[in-house]
């Protein structure tokens, strides 16, 4: 965009944008769950006994949250490989 033609530059912003990518996957699931919609992968809330429904009836346990800090973790890690 601004004319970098540098391969780290590149690996920076690719993981910039995957971690900007999950955070906003996790900022708009109030909005999504009620439509009814979840975007969630769904092998980390098999992982933690969480349903689709748990998401959408708004449920604040301990296993949902687990399920945030799973993907929110993920978000952290790409920012790590930046630094």
Known sequence: LVG???????????HIGKAQGIVTCLR?????????KIF?????????GVSQEDFIRCRQEKNVRDVI????SQA????????
Request: glycine share 0%.
């Open 4 to 14: 970098v033609r540098d391969i780290h530059a590149d690996h920076a912003a690719s």
């Open 28 to 36: 708009a699931t109030p909005y999504h769950s009620t439509r009814r």
């Open 40 to 48: 969630l992968p769904m092998d980390i809330c098999m992982l933690h």
């Open 69 to 72: 800090y799973d993907i929110a």
């Open 76 to 83: 952290h890690v790409h920012l790590e490989h930046v630094r």
